[in-house]
T-cell receptor
Framework: GQSLEQPSEVTAVEGAIVQINCTYQTSGFYGLSWYQQHDGGAPTFLSYNALDGLEETGRFSSFLSRSDSYGYLLLQELQMKDSASYFCAVPNQAGTALIFGKGTTLSVSS | NAGVTQTPKFQVLKTGQSMTLQCAQDMNHEYMSWYRQDPGMGLRLIHYSVGAGITDQGEVPNGYNVSRSTTEDFPLRLLSAAPSQTSVYFC??????????????FGDGTRLSIL
């Protein structure tokens, strides 16, 4: 089956850069996604990597190395509003549903 | 667009009671899923559906039933509620899974407490 590992907590200060790592084990690979969740609300989609390399979307970037079964989310110029939980996710073996990691809680302080 | 709508937002049940959590989407998405979220456990997949009439089990299906009679609706049934089912439940939908252009859309969740 699928399993994902990510750190439970990360802390940083405003303006800094933080990297949230995710390692995965999967029977078949369709891509790595990242979601953000504020205060227990609805998770929202951030990014997706199907191929190796870096994808950039504004202050957020996501990286994937399929050979290492590893990816990360990079958040630059941190703001207080970036304090949230971040989840990596991969499709299940059949590619019919997403399996999520346990999430990383990011706390940004001033 | 309403997106994914979950009802109720909050519910308190007694052990042994049954109830149905409702989920409806108006985006004509084929894929729908139910997750539960517990502290430190992330989002765990309960059941999912790849289209009307087709459902399958996820990671933690025990104690829950689903059906998918229409594309729009995907209700989750608790047959006999247990305190271990106290959780926040999220419904999600997408046209496809794991596609960058078609991410999952989540409802606002149902906060369920079982006494």
């Amino acid at each position: 089956g699928q399993s994902l590992e990510q750190p439970s907590e990360v802390t940083a200060v405003e303006g800094a850069i933080v990297q949230i790592n995710c390692t995965y084990q999967t029977s078949g690979f369709y891509g790595l996604s990242w979601y953000q969740q504020h205060d227990g609300g609805a998770p929202t989609f951030l990014s997706y990597n199907a191929l190796d390399g870096l994808e950039e979307t504004g202050r957020f970037s996501s990286f994937l190395s399929r050979s290492d079964s590893y990816g990360y989310l990079l958040l630059q110029e941190l703001q207080m509003k970036d304090s949230a939980s971040y989840f990596c996710a991969v499709p299940n073996q059949a590619g019919t549903a997403l399996i999520f990691g346990k999430g990383t809680t990011l706390s940004v302080s001033s | 667009n309403a997106g994914v709508t979950q009802t109720p937002k909050f519910q308190v049940l007694k052990t042994g009671q049954s109830m149905t959590l409702q989920c409806a989407q108006d985006m004509n998405h084929e894929y729908m899923s139910w997750y539960r979220q517990d502290p430190g456990m992330g989002l765990r997949l309960i059941h999912y559906s790849v289209g009307a009439g087709i459902t399958d089990q996820g990671e933690v299906p025990n104690g829950y039933n689903v059906s998918r009679s229409t594309t729009e609706d995907f209700p989750l049934r608790l047959l006999s509620a247990a305190p271990s089912q106290t959780s926040v439940y999220f419904c999600a939908s997408s046209p496809a899974v794991g596609d960058r252009t078609q991410p999952q859309h989540f409802g606002d969740g149902t906060r369920l407490s079982i006494l």
